[in-house]
């Protein structure tokens, strides 16, 4: 008999992978945690029956949302990461040894458990001495903080359940409160594609763009993600993402990348033209 893992992207439409066995199933305080393993995309985590990642294609997703703004500001020494428990934001940033700290707040701290078991791939730079590890709600953490962070990494689920309170204004206030006078901001903005996702896109930029001076928004291609069109925004007090881009700065890291590249960089940010128009409907005030 065949076990199959779906997940629902719209009504109409599911993302169906064969598993070859399930590795952990548990409900923590805030939501269901699930591990399976499948033969095409190995092992992935669930969270509320939607996946967040999986061990094929979490490298497009990590490097993306770590590497862009890295590649942009040019001394960033302290990083707050709001979600990312199963650890591949702090993996990509812990590469940087000029980064001197790094905040990791995770409101579930059972997710963090569970990946440092089953995901190692993902959770292995957890322990670096450089990462603080604080088990709080994300929005409550950065309300308290001023001028802490040249770079803030918001990892987070999707804009219902626990991550709901990360799609706010009050939170992208917040945000732009706790960097410092060069910060930059980058967090996940949804897909564009389906009318669902592409409503909680579209809601998402106009309170970025409300609050910070620079907003962007950039693309990648991630597989399992729904339609596989997955955006990014990075926001700014100061610094464009591709004016103020130093190639050559990040290629003399020598830093070992699957996806991300300083020409791939420049690309990302230059959208099809029905996202453009979606993210000008977004902006008009």
């Given at each position: 008999m065949e076990l199959w893992f779906s997940e629902p992207h719209t009504p109409n439409v599911k993302l169906s992978i064969r598993?070859?066995?399930q590795l952990y199933s548990g409900e923590s305080e805030f939501q269901r945690i699930d591990v399976f393993e499948s033969p095409e995309f190995g092992r992935f985590l669930v969270l509320d029956g939607y996946i967040m990642?999986?061990?094929k294609d979490?490298?497009?997703y990590h490097e993306m949302i770590v590497h862009v703004p890295m590649a942009v500001h040019p001394d960033v020494k302290r990083v707050l990461v709001i979600g990312a428990g199963d650890g591949g934001v702090v993996r990509e940033l812990t590469k940087y040894p000029e980064i001197e700290d790094i905040d990791l707040v995770e409101i579930d701290e059972q997710v963090i458990r569970v990946c440092r078991e089953f995901l190692p791939g993902t959770s292995c730079r957890l322990d670096d001495g450089r990462v603080h590890i604080h088990y709080e709600d994300g929005l409550r953490f950065v309300r308290g903080r001023e001028d802490d962070y040249d770079l803030v990494i918001v990892d987070s689920t999707d804009p219902f359940g626990p991550g709901e309170g990360l799609f706010?204004?009050?939170?992208?206030?917040n945000c732009y409160k706790a960097l410092k006078e060069d910060g930059i901001m980058v967090n996940q903005h949804e897909s564009p594609f389906y009318e669902?996702?592409?409503?909680?896109?579209m809601r998402a930029h106009k309170r970025i763009v409300e609050t910070f001076p620079v907003s962007?928004?950039?693309?990648?291609?991630?597989?399992?993600y729904p339609s596989g069109h997955w955006l990014f925004g990075f926001a700014s007090k100061k610094y464009h993402p591709v004016r103020d881009l130093d190639r050559e700065r990040w290629l003399n890291r020598e830093l070992d990348t699957l996806y991300y590249t300083p020409k791939l960089h420049e690309g990302a940010f230059c959208l099809?033209?029905?996202?453009e128009k979606l993210l000008r409907k977004a902006e008009v005030r």
């Open positions: 598993v070859d066995r990642l999986t061990e979490e490298f497009i706010t204004k009050e939170f992208y206030g669902a996702d592409a409503t909680a896109c962007r928004v950039y693309q990648a291609h991630i597989p399992t099809p033209a029905y996202v």
